[in-house]
């Protein structure tokens, strides 16, 4: 391949010995994107940012469209929401070609890059997204005035709210209807945002959709200081389509990396003010902790969440640190062990639950009090020993016992679930 490249590199003239350079494909007329993202936000924002001039090349057969894939490991194909999208600009799917490795083309066209994600926007590319939204528009369906765009259903390790489910009630309550883009076909997203007058949603790819919203409309994006850089993407956007835009500062700072939480009571003023009057602000949210105790409450819900889900992708060296804090946490020992308890429930189907069982019986362990086992003498004894001493709850106790014995303790645990536990010995003496 050296060879090659110093070849190309120290020829003077166009003509290359082709056969040398195993040339697989030859396009003779085509113009190159750039890089496709299948990633949503950055297909928006990258791979359709040289479609300034999609007019003068769109509805030719004999053109292609050339890309490079960005993702090593996908089929090489598009996904078929951004396959509509390009539908919609007159680029058909078979006219995309995805090039990896030395390609022949008799006349290529490079357009150049009209808009780079959080840097620059240029007006010549605001053309291209009104077509693909007026053509999405052609269907006489009804469209909400006001949308909120909802994150609830993404994935665990997507960056989410963690009381999404109050924030959609709270914006039902005024009037907007919940989108869920990931179950909701792209034509009725576009033409949901270039409809839609009041378009709200926590910050991120799912507004990036708001390339296609209306010159009148009014984007409100919910942030706050999460994120050492502001959404700066976001004003591009608005100065591409003349759209309103509001950055509402309502999130609690936490110190989790993969979630956050939204203060619905500044959402509910702002919008009272804005849309209502703030005479018709709400009562005080029931949902939202009140300092100094009720705010570990929020802490708890979101450090579980980051424990059992890290727990059930085998990941100790997330989950023990979190689980250490949850338990400090809590408010007595009999809660603590109950947390630990309710992990072991929820991962009954993990595959390895024989090696997560020892991670949670060392922390049960230190929730006890047994910090050096070396001092501890027989530890399994000493563990039972005190785990017998708390008040646990049924359920807790059966999830002890099944724990204790994935881990390969051989004490009589069963005694946990007789009637007379209370007062049984748990130790049996031919182990």
């Known amino acids: 391949m050296n060879r090659e490249i110093d070849l190309v ?4 003239e166009a003509e290359i010995d082709s056969e040398f350079l195993n040339i697989n494909k030859i396009i003779s007329l085509g113009v190159y994107l750039g890089w496709y993202m299948t990633h949503h936000g950055h297909f928006l924002t990258e791979s359709l940012s040289r479609l300034w001039c999609f007019e003068k090349f769109a509805d030719n057969p004999n053109i292609k469209f050339i890309f490079h894939f960005s993702d090593r490991t996908g089929e090489r194909k598009l996904r078929p929401d951004h396959a509509k999208i390009l539908s919609l600009l007159g680029i058909p799917e078979q006219s995309v070609e995805f090039i990896e490795d030395w390609t022949s083309v008799d006349a290529l066209f490079i357009p150049e890059q009209a808009q780079a994600l959080n840097h620059f926007t240029h007006s010549n590319l605001a053309p291209a997204f009104n077509q693909i939204a007026e053509m999405a528009s052609k269907s006489a369906a009804n ?19 963690f009381n999404e489910t109050e924030i959609e009630n709270l914006m039902v309550s005024h009037g907007f209807s919940i989108l869920y883009p990931e179950q909701t076909d792209i034509e009725e997203q576009i033409r949901t945002f270039k409809n839609a007058k009041v378009i709200c949603g926590f910050y991120g790819s799912g507004l990036y959709n708001g390339l296609f919203s209306g010159t009148n409309a009014h984007i409100i994006v919910l942030t706050g200081d999460h994120s050492r850089l ?4 976001h004003f591009l956007i608005s100065y591409l389509t003349k759209s309103r835009l509001t950055l509402l500062n309502c ?3 936490l110190e989790y990396w993969r979630g956050v939480w939204l203060d619905g009571r500044v959402v509910d003023a702002f919008l009272c003010a804005e849309f209502e009057g703030l ?3 709400q009562t005080p949210w029931t949902w939202w902790p009140n300092p100094p105790d009720a705010a570990n409450d929020m802490e708890h819900q979101i450090m579980f969440h980051h424990a059992v889900i890290a727990a059930c992708d085998d990941r100790p060296e997330r989950y023990r640190p979190l689980l250490q804090r949850l338990a400090r946490y809590a408010k007595d020992t009999e809660a603590a062990l109950d947390l630990i308890a309710e992990v072991w429930h929820l991962s009954r189907y993990d595959a390895r639950r024989a090696e997560l069982s020892r991670h949670l019986v060392s922390l049960s362990a230190w929730v006890l009090g047994i910090f050096d086992w070396e001092q501890a003498g027989d530890f399994e004894h000493a563990v039972t020993n005190k785990l017998k001493a708390v008040d646990l709850s049924n359920s807790s106790a059966t999830a002890y016992a099944d724990m204790y014995r994935a881990c390969g303790f051989v004490t009589g645990i069963d005694a946990w679930n007789s009637p007379d536990s209370q007062s049984a010995d748990l130790h049996s003496d031919d182990h």
């Open 279 to 281: 005479a018709n602000a």
């Open 230 to 233: 502001p959404p700066m993407h």
């Open 9 to 12: 590199a120290s020829s003077d």
């Open 143 to 161: 469209t909400p005035d006001k949308v909120y765009i909802s994150r609830k259903n993404l994935n665990f390790f997507k960056i989410r709210p």
């Open 251 to 253: 999130l609690v700072p």
